[in-house]
């Protein structure tokens, strides 16, 4: 059974700072993964998709990479800003029929200005 | 397009009640999903939708949850009758293709039974 884990559960920041989120999961057999951002009483935006072929991908300050065999994402976020204050969820879809998306429960980060 | 479109936004309702929420996916999509959201148990997903038939319920919790989509540009999820425990966020999500590639996700319906 697919679980996701995040690490840290929260995180505080200086404005400026880079910084990495991390996501593992259990079961490598993966279709895809997603880094998703979730603003206070909002839905939740896609940020970046990687497929089990690809090692990462990239959107503006925003940097993800993906290594299959050890279980393991990062989202890297550049010269953090108050703006990216949220919280950031990993989600995985497994290969096969399977179509469900495994969440991680995400971490909350709070740029300080 | 003006996204996935869920309503109510907020809804509070005594326990034992009906409560019915409904989801607009975006035009095109194929693939419907409708997911609960806590704090203790993140994102759960309920079932979802392809091609209007429901693949996978095994994620509703009990008997008391049911979920229709009657056509491609609409769907509901029922809880008869409402119970404390069920108050969360519900989403509804859609995306295009078999494998739902990409989701996109409504604002979400912040649910309160009382």
């Known amino acids: 059974k697919q679980e996701v884990t995040q690490i840290p559960a929260a995180l505080s920041v200086p404005e400026g700072e880079n910084l990495v989120l991390n996501c593992s999961f259990t079961?490598?057999?993966?279709?895809?993964l997603q880094w998703f951002r979730q603003d206070p009483g909002k839905g939740l935006t896609s940020l970046l998709l990687?497929?089990?072929s690809q090692r990462e991908q990239t959107s503006g300050r925003l940097n993800a990479s993906l290594d299959k065999s050890s279980g393991r994402s990062t989202l890297y976020i550049a010269a953090s800003q108050p703006g990216d204050s949220a919280t950031y969820l990993c989600?995985?879809?497994?290969?096969?029929?399977?179509?469900?998306?495994?969440w991680g429960l995400g971490t909350s980060l709070a740029v300080n200005p | 397009d003006a996204g996935v479109i869920q309503s109510p936004r907020h809804e509070v309702t005594e326990m034992g009640q009906e409560v019915t929420l409904r989801c607009k996916p975006i035009?095109?999509?194929?693939?419907l999903f409708w997911y609960r959201q806590t704090m203790m148990r993140g994102l759960e997903l309920l079932i979802y939708?392809?091609?209007?038939?429901?693949?996978?319920d095994s994620g509703m919790p009990e008997d008391r949850f049911s979920a229709k989509m009657p056509n491609a540009s609409f769907s509901t999820l029922k809880i008869q009758p409402s119970e404390p425990r069920d108050s969360a966020v519900y989403f509804c999500?859609?995306?295009?293709?078999?494998?739902?590639?990409?989701?996109?996700f409504g604002q979400g319906t912040r649910l309160t039974v009382v």
């Open positions: 079961d490598s057999a993966i279709y895809n």
């Open positions: 035009s095109g999509h194929n693939s």
């Open positions: 939708f392809n091609n209007n038939v429901p693949i996978d």
């Open positions: 989600a995985v879809k497994g290969a096969g029929n399977n179509r469900k998306l495994i």
């Open positions: 999500a859609s995306s295009y293709g078999d494998r739902g590639t990409e989701a996109f």
């Open positions: 990687i497929q089990s």
